[in-house]
């Protein structure tokens, strides 16, 4: 199946500081990407919803200006936590979709799991 | 809205016996059904998938049957193993929409030896 890769897997960070998160499709081109964040034990809380070359659109009660998101090109997509606090500490899962394809299946990256400290 | 829902975890199985992991949805509609599986640590796998009325997605020995009379997608398996622990998703989503899925909250699976 296709392929999406996450990078970095974990990251540790000080409190005030900026994590950026990479999303990449390896094998096919995601026109769109979701970033979710996961706390233990829960179901994925869908964050924003990517369109290459176009704005996020993020979900109720998600910081736009705290959680950035750019999608620039097919298969690249980056969401930086900016100025981080230890309420950030989370994993955060994007996945990848190609909507001109056939399938609507989304594939998912491995996770990021991110410390504030 | 749409709706997925999942049995409560955790299952917990010895080897070798059979599980199911009950998923019923609402939704306006036909969605496309999948259930992911996701291992400790890790980010989530798509195990199989289901996209009208009565198809039968398997993979790895699982199996879930597309139910549109009971709107059921339901996950089978004869004979767990230990390497199956792992949560389980069951999810849809809607071609030709907005493709955001929609999760059940996950069913945690333990097996032990």
């Known amino acids: 199946g296709a392929v999406v890769s996450q990078h970095p897997s974990r990251v540790i960070c000080k409190s005030g500081t900026s994590v950026k998160i990479e999303c990449r499709s390896l094998?096919?081109?995601?026109?769109?990407m979701f970033w979710y964040r996961q706390f233990p034990k829960q179901s994925l809380m869908l964050m924003a919803t990517?369109?290459?070359?176009?704005?996020?659109?993020?979900e109720q009660g998600v910081e736009k200006d705290k959680f950035l998101i750019n999608h620039a090109s097919l298969t690249l997509s980056t969401l930086t936590v900016t100025s981080a606090h230890p309420e950030d500490s989370s994993f955060y899962i994007c996945?990848?979709?190609?909507?001109?394809?056939?399938?609507?299946?989304?594939?998912f990256g491995p996770g990021t799991r991110l410390t504030v400290l | 809205g749409n709706s997925v829902t999942q049995m409560e975890g955790p299952v917990t199985l010895s080897e070798e016996a059979f599980l199911t992991i009950n998923c019923t949805y609402t939704a306006t509609g036909y969605p496309s059904l999948f259930w992911y599986v996701q291992y400790p640590g890790e980010g989530l796998q798509l195990l199989l998938k289901?996209?009208?009325?009565?198809d039968k997605g398997s993979n790895k020995g699982f199996e879930a049957t597309y139910r549109k009379e009971t709107t059921s997608f339901h996950l089978e398996k004869g004979s767990v193993q230990v390497s199956d622990s792992a949560v389980y998703f069951c999810?849809?989503?809607?071609?030709?929409?907005?493709?955001?899925?929609?999760f059940g909250r996950g069913t945690s699976l333990i097996v032990h030896p």
């Open positions: 094998d096919f081109q995601a026109t769109t």
């Open positions: 990517s369109n290459e070359g176009s704005k996020a659109t993020y």
């Open positions: 996945s990848a979709f190609d909507r001109t394809s056939s399938t609507d299946t989304q594939y």
């Open positions: 289901a996209t009208k009325a009565d």
């Open positions: 999810a849809l989503t809607f071609e030709g929409g907005s493709y955001i899925p929609t």
